[in-house]
Every structure is written in C-alpha cells, then in structure tokens.
C-alpha cells in the first residue's frame, strides 16, 4: 500500500474535493440543502485547523520521579 495514501494530507484533500463537488452539484442543481452542506463541509476545514493551532497553547506537563523506585537496568 501506498504510504502517502496513509497521510493525513491525503485524506484532508479528498474531503475538500468532496466538499467542493457537493457544493458545486448544489448550485447547479438549485438545492439550497445541498449547498448549505458544501458550504459548512468546506467551513470545517479552517475551523479544524486554527483550532489544531491553538488548542495546546501554553499547556505543559512535568512529571517528577521519586529516586526510590528508580532500578538499574
């Protein structure tokens, strides 16, 4: 199997093709319902991104690990 096919960026194209020919049949077709879903599929993809951005600003984590239980080897 192809590994690109496996990427993330490779599905993410797809679904804007997708969303982009289900627009276009919408308008062609005259079907606001239709449309609406083109439209908010497409609006997703922005949204999704910006909120990948900044969902995790400024968390951290820090672990500390008592000396006691730490084992050689």
């Known amino acids: 199997m192809n590994p690109e096919i496996l990427t993330g960026r490779f599905w993410h194209d797809m679904w804007l093709v997708f969303f982009i020919l289900i627009l276009a049949a919408g308008i062609m077709m005259g079907q606001g319902l239709i449309i609406a879903f083109g439209a908010m ?17 400024e968390v951290s984590y820090e672990r500390h690990v008592p000396t006691r239980r730490v084992f050689a080897g």
Do not use: H, T
């Open 41 to 57: 599929g497409l609006a997703a993809g922005p949204v999704s991104w910006v909120w990948n951005r900044v969902s995790l600003d």
